[in-house]
């Protein structure tokens, strides 16, 4: 690699870490909790895969493996994903190198590092932004497989590490319509393929006995989907073939290509990235239509993956923190913008892409800070007085066991299992009690308006302590 290429990738990789650690938004009560707290289950030995989360073993090995290092803490917790996402910028300078030349390296990791949907989801705990990385990583051997493979050793590699992603979700499935077009588009002998097939496939084979062994359903994993996903995340709007075309033509390319979504300019960057795929596959410019096929493939599986067969429901919702898969070959596509454009134009979309990313990023400055806010601030007060119940809402104390490492020194009542107040502490978050929003969650009226005979101990912008 030339000295100025390789300057370029370590001030973007610098770039890049510092954006995430600038914008880390700590502990996200949800999926963050669940993991979590397999996470410590299987510190004591403990292996829970009665979930979603518990299920996805190769997601949950970094974490488990962060705790015992580091203990249990909200930088131990996305520390993976924090990695996995800067990694990604270099893999995608290396990708854009190898397909569009020395000039289409940095704007692909420059829209990698500053993407503002790749940024906020790498201090998330999901699965998508490791899965991208790897996917990522995987097209980076299987490119240098193309040139030179002597004993299919690179097809092997590749076929590893997609295996390897395809135990953090299973995304990776939909990259067999990536192998399936580049087979109809290069005419290589479908044996070309079985060396990067056979270890994906030996992979899942191995799950599925470790699910037998376990659980006594080879596709235990797929079950918990079905029961968690189908009539729960979904909605009955899909089950016919006109919606789910309407969401593949209408709904997800509104969601993601357009102004007002990400806070206004996450979808003006992913436009820019695929219009320059779009302009350079018109051309027939070098090394697009690998890209292109990248982010088709996930993009199908998106809209016809199903969570149901009976009834069939497809996929996801276009949630924001399952972009990462789409994102990176986005990123790759935008490498191709300075092969048919005059260098102004392209340093302009460079400057624009950076422009845009700041805007978003200020803009969304908050996301994602408030949900633990509140069990932040309660803990250090609860550590400083005795009170040996606390009584408050179910999220806020998801949060206060998680800052106690998923083993509370003191017992924590939810409002709706609350009988007698009497002898305990209520702590009221005033985001989490906040009327009407998504996020609102049953707090009595007792505690919003409680009598005079209750003391408040402690009020600040985030929540109020009472001594009923």
């Known amino acids: 690699m030339p000295r100025r290429a390789a300057i370029s990738l370590i001030l973007l990789l610098i770039a890049a870490a510092a954006l995430r650690a600038c914008c880390f938004t700590g502990l996200q009560i949800g999926d963050d909790i669940v993991y979590s707290q397999n996470a410590v289950n299987r510190l004591h030995g403990v292996p829970n895969v009665t979930n979603t989360q518990g299920a996805r073993n190769g997601f949950m090995l970094p974490i488990v493996v962060c705790y015992a290092l580091f203990g249990t803490n909200e930088v131990s917790l996305v520390l993976y994903n924090v990695v996995c996402s800067t990694a990604l910028v270099g893999i995608l300078f290396l990708l854009a190198r190898r397909l569009f030349g020395e000039a289409g390296a940095v704007p692909a ?8 949907n790749l940024i906020r989801y790498a201090s998330e705990c999901h699965t998508d932004t490791p899965v991208a990385t790897w996917i990522a990583l995987a097209v980076l051997v299987f490119l240098g497989a193309l040139d030179e493979d002597p004993g299919a050793r690179r097809r092997i590699l590749s ?23 580049h087979w109809i588009a290069t005419k290589r ?24 062994a376990m659980t006594g359903n080879p596709l235990e994993r797929y079950a918990m989907i079905r029961r968690w996903h189908a009539g729960h995340y979904m909605a009955e709007r899909y089950t016919t073939l006109g919606a789910i075309l309407h969401r593949q033509f209408i709904e997800l390319p509104v969601l993601m290509f357009t102004p007002w979504w990400g806070h206004r300019f996450t979808g003006l960057i992913n436009l820019a990235c695929l219009a320059t795929g779009a302009w350079n596959l018109a051309k027939r410019a070098p090394g697009t239509g690998l890209a292109a096929g990248w982010f088709l493939a996930i993009y199908a599986g998106y809209c016809f993956w199903p969570s149901s067969l009976i009834p069939f429901l497809p996929g996801f919702f276009l949630f924001d923190w399952t ?4 994102g990176a070959p986005l990123a790759l596509l935008f490498g191709g913008v300075p092969l048919r454009i005059p260098p102004i134009a392209f340093r302009a979309a460079m400057v624009g892409v950076v422009l845009a990313a700041a805007a978003t990023l200020y803009t969304a400055r908050d996301d994602g800070r408030p949900y633990a806010a509140g069990a932040r601030e309660a803990g250090p007060w609860l550590r400083a007085h005795s009170y040996a119940r606390v009584i408050t809402d179910d999220k806020t104390i998801e949060g206060l066991d998680f800052f106690e490492g998923h083993n509370p020194s003191r017992l924590y009542i939810p409002f709706q299992e609350a009988g007698d107040f009497a002898g305990s502490v209520v702590i009221v978050s005033k985001f989490w009690s906040q009327p009407g929003q998504w996020w609102s969650r049953p707090v009595p009226d007792l505690a919003l308006h409680p009598p005079s005979s209750w003391k408040k101990l402690h009020e600040s912008e985030l929540l109020i302590i009472y001594r009923p």
């Open 109 to 116: 990791a420059l829209v990698a590092a500053v993407h503002p």
């Open 159 to 181: 076929g590893l590490i997609l295996g390897w992603a395809y135990l953090h979700k299973e995304t990776v499935v939909y990259m067999a319509l990536f192998f399936a077009g």
């Open 189 to 212: 002998s479908w044996k070309w393929y079985v060396p990067l097939a056979a270890p994906v496939l030996g992979v899942a084979v191995l799950e599925m006995a470790g699910f037998w």
């Open 323 to 326: 972009l990462p898969a789409l």
